[in-house]
């Protein structure tokens, strides 16, 4: 069965407070990790889920504002000091890598492993990773630095073979991976083509997660997120104070909504939430009116593909 799960490990916007933290989500795909965002303190969030850093082999930075990177730098180093001789893949705007290595050149100090850094394209969506199972891609923001947002879309699976209809039909070890594929099959030596549908059972399904990061409300990215299962949207403030979310090039959770409504998303999430606000209730309830499915991304909450 697929794994697919979003873990939030902060969720306050510019400064952290003592129930929410800045920026940053872990995701497990079959118990692949992938960390977006890394505010300050991610990586005590991280042991205090008990997630082995070693285990990273991929962290995604969308902006360069210090809710969202800060705690990069000691994770990177903490990683090296416990051993780490595995590449990591940072992925992020050109300008970290100079962070990276100044602070590294500063402190006279260097890394046990290979970061292997990854460049992130502002003005054009991007694949930025890709194997057998899954693809990532940007989703170009609207934010007052260059952001992106990440689009994580599992590829279609194979066909799961039926064992009962196998042994009735008497088909051999060597045709699996064409019904796996979806292929028809045929003996050799007869005239005769057996659907694939009789042998095999329909695949687990594919998921997807959007994660839009700092950005002002933008209609433009509605094609790319059609049919999300989970969409996570900053939603700062309230519409009341749209004219402010406009200024800071933030969105409210009513904007957020419509997005998720424009998209088709079966999902939506919000973070990403002001210190003014004291009831994270009104920003949940304020969505809800445009986009009923909607949930707040508040600390140390889960959400699972299912």
Known sequence: MTKFSILILGSASAAPTLARNPSAQLININEQYYLIDCGEGTQNRLRQHKIKFQRLNHIFISHLHGDHYLG????LQ??????RTLPLNLYGPKQLKELVDMNLAYSHSTLKYPLIFHETQTNQSEVLFE????????????????????????????????????????IPKYAMDNLKRGLDFSFPDKNEVIKNELLTLNPDESYSYAYCSDTK????IVPQLKDIDILYHEATFLHRDEKRAEATYHSTAKQAATIAKQANAKLLIIGHFSNRYK????????????FANTQLAQDDAVFEMV
Not at 72 to 75: I, N, R, T
Request: charged share 30%.
């Open 279 to 290: 009831d994270l209730n009104v920003l949940l309830d304020e969505a809800k009116t445009i």
């Open 78 to 83: 903490t990683m090296s000091i416990l051993g």
């Open 217 to 220: 409300f933008n209609e433009r």
């Open 131 to 170: 194997n057998e199972h899954l693809t990532i891609s940007t989703i170009i923001l609207d934010h007052r630095v260059p952001c992106t947002g990440f689009l994580f879309k599992e590829k279609p699976k194979p066909r799961k073979i039926n064992p009962k209809a196998i042994k009735r039909y008497e």
């Open 72 to 75: 990069l730098l000691g994770l």
